[in-house]
């Protein structure tokens, strides 16, 4: 029965990612997501309220997911390699990234917003990148190397992700 759930959930997300590529997020319907997904109103409603519900819970799993990989490792000595593991992650997940990150109405760059905030608490080792910006009040630096690291990843998102998790990992450390 878990398979199956599972299974389901995997399929309504396929089909959501495929819509989200086609039509802006307010034009899509229920009726568009299970007449795709082959799945009748009510399975749909077993999982989700509605849309909104939808795109929240899978913009929670992309987080909690991004979070996740931030407490495996001790964050101040391997930065770095936090950082390559969640851009593998977005890269094995490209299909349903590159959607979020195509339509307007859903705002992917909050976000990796909040990845990096969360980031920057467990990293004390982003201050000193941050307080490179010696001519800048700490807030303001902050908001520069944050914009800069979101600007790449979203470029590197709307480009296709050629670059490989350690060579972006590269770029975004040289910031």
Excluded: C
Aim: glycine fraction near 2%.
């Amino acid at each position: 029965m878990q398979q199956r759930h599972t299974e389901t959930k995997t399929l309504i997300k396929k089909v959501f990612t495929t819509l989200l590529l086609k039509h802006d997020f307010e034009t899509i319907t229920i009726s568009m997501i299970t007449r795709e997904a082959r799945i009748n109103r009510g399975t749909f409603y077993l999982h989700y309220l509605d849309k909104y519900d939808l795109l929240e819970q899978l913009k929670q799993e992309l987080t909690s997911n991004l979070f996740n990989i931030i407490l495996i490792d001790n964050p101040n000595e391997h930065t770095i390699d936090i950082i390559i593991e969640a851009l593998t992650y977005l890269k094995k997940n490209f299909d349903f990234i590159y959607a979020l990150s195509m339509n307007q109405s859903v705002h992917l760059a909050i976000e990796i917003r909040k990845f990096l905030e969360e980031l920057l608490k467990v990293a004390p080792v982003l201050h000193q990148k941050i307080s490179q910006y010696k001519s800048l009040p700490f807030l303001y630096a902050k908001e520069v190397f944050f914009s800069s690291m979101e600007a790449i990843i979203l470029y590197w998102i709307k480009t296709g992700a050629n670059e490989t998790p350690q060579e972006m990992a590269q770029i975004l450390n040289s910031i």
